[in-house]
């Protein structure tokens, strides 16, 4: 069966800092893989998707990257931190080619910025 | 521009009622509609799905209605548990833009002992 692994759970960093957030994906073969960020009392935000390894579409212009360097591995990424990213980071995947399957979603991570 | 909307954000509902959940969509060119669960920091699980060729799709308690005219979804919860309090999004996709799913901003429902 298919998981989905992200890491880590919650995460306290000072304004300024770098940012590396990782997702995995057991049990299935080129994904489709997205990062969405939900904000305090928001819905879910797509930030970032990808099709295949070293693509990569965003979809809200931030000071956030996102890199998928290995088929079942994508990465959000910042080199400066800002207040504003605050919130409650959500990685998921889907099955390719395009079917009436659901998106699978890991357990966030929490990201508290001071 | 927000293309699936949840107008309720809140719902609470008695223990053995029956729970609605509604969602809006305006892009004629959705073809598949989901319902997800999310739990206090927690991903949201996968709950129940439709296709645009159907307008009901049920699963144990849980029954997702297409209102293809009316550019609308919900979600019957039937009877309504305790253990259902999460907060519910609503999303779709359009397989012609393929690799996107658009989220609602969720209902939080409260099931009342």
């Known amino acids: 069966s298919q998981t989905i692994h992200q890491w880590p759970a919650t995460l306290v960093q000072p304004v300024g800092s770098p940012l590396s957030l990782e997702c995995t994906v057991e049990g299935t073969s080129n994904p489709n893989l997205y990062w969405y960020r939900q904000a305090a009392g928001r819905g879910l935000q797509l930030l970032f998707y990808?099709?295949?390894?070293?693509?990569i579409s965003s979809e809200v212009p931030q000071n956030l990257s996102a890199s998928r360097p290995q088929d079942r591995q994508f990465i959000l990424s910042s080199k400066k931190l800002l207040l504003s990213d605050s919130g409650f980071y959500l990685c998921a995947w889907s099955v390719q080619p395009n079917s009436n399957q659901p998106q699978h979603f890991g357990d966030g991570t929490r990201l508290s910025i001071l | 521009d927000q293309q699936v909307k949840q107008n309720s954000p809140s719902l609470s509902v008695q223990e053995g009622r029956i729970s609605i959940l509604n969602c809006d969509y305006t892009n004629s060119m959705f073809d598949y509609f989901l319902w997800y669960k999310k739990y206090p920091a927690e991903g949201p699980t996968f709950l129940i799905s439709?296709?645009?060729?159907?307008d009901k799709n049920e699963d144990g308690r849980f029954t997702v209605f297409l209102n293809k005219s009316a550019k609308h979804l919900s979600l019957h919860i039937v009877p309504s548990q305790p253990g259902d309090s999460a907060v519910y999004f609503c999303?779709?996709?359009?397989?012609?833009?393929?690799?996107?799913?658009?989220f609602g901003t969720g209902t939080s429902l409260t099931v009342i002992p």
């Open positions: 990808s099709v295949g390894i070293g693509q």
């Open positions: 439709i296709s645009s060729i159907k």
């Open positions: 999303a779709a996709r359009a397989l012609n833009t393929g690799n996107q799913f658009y």
